[in-house]
């Protein structure tokens, strides 16, 4: 059995199956939890992308250990979409495999893809644009969590809080209005970017949603977009079948 993996900065998720068939996915918080899961689903291969190289050294560390064979997803891969970066060795491989994967979305549903654009909403809130199968580039900014917690620490008296505190745009007490601060500038964020690539490009981009955050993001934004889970294992999963054509 193979295991994809999608290493982020604070979980890894993964999808156990073959190269046409996902039998078990979810997500894990340690090594460890990883560690057991591949014994118990007898894992012969790994292909994973990173962005959390302590992680992923653990990761090889424990294949090599176990003669488990390892692949990883990284900007030299064959990714079926040219690299248009100005610095592509800094360009985070999570950023690139979610794009992949929105594009196998799209093929598959036999959409147009002209112009898609990934928002993944997790430490970090990246804005991801592929413009006639070239990666173009895009945004970063801080996630809500890391937002949360940036208040917290830079300041003596505001609280530390989470996603669930969030109830209106418009606090009546500090700590609601620490959420609607931060939720606003979030999807502010997000609506405008969105807004300034479709002008600069001239037509309405496809929208995909994926990370941690996203889902109560697009709750409260009403932003019309797709959401997928595992868009960046979608994208792992499809860089590596091409390699397997390579082969063949």
Do not use: W
Not at 176 to 205: H, L, N, R, T, W
Not at 210 to 222: D, P, Q, W
């Amino acid at each position: 059995m193979i295991a994809f993996l999608d290493i982020g900065n604070s979980r890894i998720k993964y999808a156990f199956g073959n190269e046409s068939e996902i039998s078990n996915s979810g997500f894990v918080n340690s090594i460890s939890e990883l560690n057991q899961l591949f014994y118990s689903n007898n894992i012969e291969k790994v292909i994973f992308s990173s962005v959390n190289p302590a992680i992923s050294h653990k990761v090889e560390n424990f294949s090599e250990e176990s003669g488990i064979e390892k692949v990883e997803i990284t900007i030299k891969s064959n990714l079926g979409i040219k690299i248009n970066y100005e610095t592509p060795h800094t360009l985070g491989i999570d950023r690139v495999c979610g794009i992949v994967g929105a594009k196998s979305i799209l093929e598959n549903k036999n959409l147009s893809d002209d112009l898609i654009v990934t928002v993944d909403c997790g430490t970090a809130t990246t804005i991801n644009i592929l413009y006639k199968n070239n990666f173009v580039g895009g945004l970063i900014a801080p996630g809500l969590t890391t937002m949360f917690k940036s208040l917290n620490q830079n300041t003596s008296l505001l609280p530390e809080l989470d996603n669930s505190s969030f109830s209106s745009f418009i606090g009546k007490n500090t700590k609601d209005s620490i959420s609607a601060g931060v939720f606003s500038a979030s999807i502010g964020y997000i609506k405008f970017s969105v807004s300034k690539i479709e002008e600069e490009f001239g037509i309405q981009p496809r929208l995909l949603f994926t990370g941690g955050n996203a889902e109560i993001i697009l709750k409260n934004s009403k932003i019309d977009a797709m959401f997928v889970d595992d868009l960046v294992l979608r994208g792992v999963m499809d860089i590596y079948k091409r390699s397997q054509m390579e082969i063949i």
